[in-house]
């Protein structure tokens, strides 16, 4: 059983960076397929990216890619999202998850854990 926790949203000019941590507890994170979600208001949740339990792939949504790196310390327990070039429609409240999945798993369906998320908000 993996317990996720992001941290690390807030409120940035367009243009901005953050950097979005997830903690989780188990001994079986360094295991587990991490990805990052996100979900905007009335909208579905839409994948972002993921990264593989030994971190040697990485796999992104196109709306991201060249802007977001998700990185991983299984020593931590700990993901990271790093958001750069941030922009209005970035804005939605992030969650990470935990999966079984290859490193190209985008459904919802394919990951078992998730966090409580933390929103993230884009001015123009």
């Known amino acids: 059983q993996v317990q996720l926790v992001e941290s690390g949203g807030g409120l940035v000019q367009a243009g901005g960076s953050l950097r979005l941590s997830c903690a989780a507890s188990?001994?079986?994170?360094?295991?587990?397929?991490m990805a990052w979600f996100r979900q905007a208001p009335g909208k579905e949740r839409q994948f972002v990216g993921c990264?593989?339990?030994?971190?040697?792939?990485?796999y992104y949504a196109d709306s991201v890619k060249g802007r977001f790196t998700i990185s991983r310390d299984n020593a931590k327990n700990m993901a990271y999202l790093q958001t750069n070039s941030l922009k209005p429609e970035d804005s939605a409240v992030y969650y990470c998850a935990a999966g079984r999945g290859d490193f190209r798993a985008t459904l919802t369906t394919m990951y078992d854990h998730w966090g409580q998320g933390t929103q993230v908000t884009v001015s123009s």
């Open positions: 188990g001994r079986t994170f360094s295991t587990y397929t």
């Open positions: 990264i593989t339990w030994r971190a040697d792939k990485t």
